[in-house]
């Protein structure tokens, strides 16, 4: 067994271990550690890693750079500021690594995992056990943030726990390319509607050049799953080559739609657009955005140069695919994250079956501070369905099981406003405005609970 340190703190026999060291993991044990709590954190990187991780550091960023919008028009901007306001380490550590992304929030992913890393493993009531965990502890309180792409082993475990077959779907990941082998007298820099800047890269495409594309994707080669696996994607991680099944023009009214983003060469629009968002702090990596894959590695290569300004470029990572597992949350779940049947067991993260890094750093936040209640007897105060993490959690315990899918965080989770604005930027704006000024009454009450 390999500890990243010892303190007089984590030599204790620590009140709640805590199982992966993702973005919910750090967060549930961060809440904890800051309430008081001692925690033993166990993840089994770098003995052993997913098919999607490659770093050593906590809170490994692997489909995206970009923790999407944000502005509270937009959920997630609403989330992100409502983790903001309760101190998430998550949002630190973004806010501190934040690269320019337009209306985005986008980080440098190495420099984001090492302030968790940092912030983590220098905490004196944490105490960070670098090993795979098979079995979950038989006593004291435990927290499963293994993610979407936990064990085998701990996959079983929750399985027996549950007496429930997971459900699955398989997510992909999009290619990244270095800046420097950007063809810039076909493509240009802009923002959608000139939004932020020149935060992205573009590369146009004319009609022909985009039908051709359509046809080679169709064609290519793709990785296939295993014959005992039946293949479900999130739609929010949809490959390109699914999407192009879907019809030819799906991709130009999608991540490839040339919507305010007119050729500066021209002054008109192109007939479609692939945009490339900063991936790194020093702007020498652009992610493909939209653009998840399972196609076979050489086909990548092959088909992506076929884009104009993407003849000679090079890639940094190219394009996979991974099975994700989550829990049928409204059946195997308490709305505290506990497990049914077995209080002292609690999950959190993208397992539970929210979808997206800040909503599972929301849910590893929820996690922690329900954890803290329990451990000090008291009942846990919900956050109102109106506020975002409230959202959250009751997609998960009120969702119909019956085809119980993965799920962002969007407005049509909150309760209507009443009267209902009719513009739906208002609408939005309105539901942002109600949902903070409840998250301070929630927050509030909890301060007044904690101290009584």
Not at 43 to 67: R, T
Not at 110 to 121: E, P
Not at 319 to 333: D, E, I, K, Q, Y
Not at 433 to 441: G, P, T, W, Y
């Amino acid at each position: 067994m390999g500890t990243s340190r010892s303190t007089p703190e984590s030599t204790q026999r620590p009140l709640v271990t805590i199982i992966g060291a993702g973005p919910a993991g750090c967060e549930a044990a961060w809440q904890l550690a800051q309430s008081g709590h001692a925690v033993r954190l166990c993840e089994m990187k770098p003995q052993q890693f997913s098919p999607a991780h490659h770093s050593p550091l906590l809170g490994e960023l692997v489909c995206s750079n970009s923790l999407r919008g944000a502005a509270l028009t937009n959920a997630v901007g609403l989330l992100k500021e409502e983790l903001r306001t309760c101190k998430s380490l998550f949002m630190a550590a973004a806010d501190n690594a934040a690269v320019p992304a337009g209306g985005a929030l986008a980080v440098d992913r190495d420099a984001f995992a090492q302030y968790l890393t940092d912030r983590i493993s220098s905490h004196p009531a944490i105490e960070l056990v670098r090993e795979k965990v098979d079995r979950i502890p038989e006593q004291g309180w435990v927290i499963i943030a293994a993610g979407p792409l936990a064990s085998a082993e701990i996959s079983e475990e929750i399985r027996r726990l549950t007496g429930d077959e997971h459900l699955y779907f398989y997510d992909a990941i999009a290619p990244i390319i270095e800046a420097d082998s950007i063809d810039f007298s076909k493509a240009w820099r802009a923002s959608r509607y000139g939004k932020g800047g020149d935060d992205y890269i573009n590369c146009p495409m004319n009609r022909e050049q985009y039908l051709q594309f359509i046809s080679d994707l169709l064609a290519a080669d793709k990785v296939q799953p295993r014959e005992f696996e039946k293949l479900r994607h999130f739609e929010g991680c949809m490959p390109i080559e699914e999407m192009a099944e879907r019809g030819e023009m799906t991709l130009a009214f999608g991540p490839m739609k040339p919507v305010g983003l007119p050729d500066p060469r021209t002054g008109r629009e192109p007939f479609a657009v692939l945009q490339l968002r900063q991936d790194n702090r020093h702007a020498s990596l652009y992610n493909m955005v939209g653009f998840q894959t399972k196609l076979k590695h050489p086909e990548q290569k092959r088909i992506f140069r076929t884009i104009p300004g993407l003849e000679q470029a090079r890639f940094a990572r190219l394009g996979s695919m991974h099975r994700n597992t989550f829990v049928n949350a409204p059946r195997c779940l308490e709305r505290t994250l506990q497990v049914k049947g077995y209080p002292r067991l609690f999950l959190a993260g993208q397992i539970t079956g929210v979808e997206g890094y800040v909503e599972s750093a929301a849910c590893g936040f929820l996690a922690g501070l329900f954890a803290a209640a329990r451990i000090a007897e008291t009942e846990p105060l919900l956050p109102p369905p109106t506020t975002a993490l409230g959202a959250l959690l009751a997609h998960l315990h009120e969702s119909d099981p019956e085809g119980f899918q993965p799920m962002n965080i969007n407005y049509g989770l909150f309760p209507p406003m009443k009267p209902r604005p009719r513009k739906r930027s208002e609408r939005r704006l309105a539901l942002a405005e109600r949902a903070l000024e409840d998250l301070d009454s929630w927050r509030q009450l909890s301060k007044s609970a904690t101290e009584s």
